[in-house]
C-alpha cells in the first residue's frame, strides 16, 4: 500500500549559517555601531540581545530575511516577549520542530473531515498516510499545502 509521512523540520545548519549571516549585518550596519547588539543560538531557541526594543525589531527583521534566503521557513518561529535587565533587553526566539500531538490530531481530523479514501495514524511526531491509490495521497498532500496551517509541513517517504 502506497504512504508517505508528514513532518514539521528545518535544516539546522542552515538556521546557524542564516544567524551568522545576520550577526554579521547587525555588526557592520551604522545604525547598530557601538551598540551591544548579538545573537545567541541554541538547539531550540534563538536569543537576541540589544539595547531597545526598536533595535530588537531591525534584528527580528534582518535574521527572518536571511533564514527566508536559506531556505528555512519562518512559520517554524515562535516569538517571545522582549524583556530589560539593565540597560539590555533580550528576547527569545524558540524554534519548533516537529509536530506536536495537538498539530498531529488536527491533520488527522482534516484529512478525516474530507472524507478520503485514506488512513492517517499518529507515530511520535510526525504522521503516516497510507492509501490504496497513489492519487489519493496526492490529494491528501494538495489539500493538506492549501490549508493554513501554524507549521510548516514537509512530505516524506512517499512509498508504493
Known amino acids: 500500500m502506497p504512504s508517505f ?7 539546522k545548519h542552515e538556521v546557524k549559517n542564516a544567524v551568522d549571516q545576520a550577526s554579521k549585518e547587525v555588526d557592520t550596519r ?10 545567541e543560538l541554541t538547539d531550540e531557541k534563538l536569543i537576541m540581545i540589544s539595547e531597545s526594543t526598536f533595535q530588537l525589531q531591525q534584528m527580528f527583521s534582518v535574521v527572518c530575511t536571511k533564514l527566508s534566503r536559506r531556505g528555512v521557513d519562518i512559520a517554524c518561529l515562535e516569538v517571545g516577549e522582549a524583556k530589560g535587565s539593565g540597560k539590555l533587553m533580550r528576547q527569545e526566539i524558540t524554534l519548533k520542530q516537529g509536530l506536536d500531538s495537538v498539530m498531529a490530531k488536527k491533520i488527522v481530523k482534516l484529512i478525516k473531515d474530507k472524507k478520503m479514501k485514506v488512513q492517517a495514524a499518529i ?8 492509501g490504496k491509490k497513489r492519487d489519493d495521497l496526492q490529494e491528501v498532500i494538495k489539500m493538506l499545502r492549501e490549508e493554513k496551517l501554524e507549521m ?6 512517499f512509498r508504493e
Open 30 to 39: 551604522f545604525d547598530f555601531k557601538g551598540t551591544e547588539s548579538s545573537f
Open 123 to 130: 507515530q511520535g511526531d510526525q504522521v503516516r498516510v497510507t
Open 152 to 157: 510548516p509541513l514537509q512530505f516524506e517517504n
Open 5 to 11: 509521512d508528514i513532518i514539521s523540520e528545518f535544516d
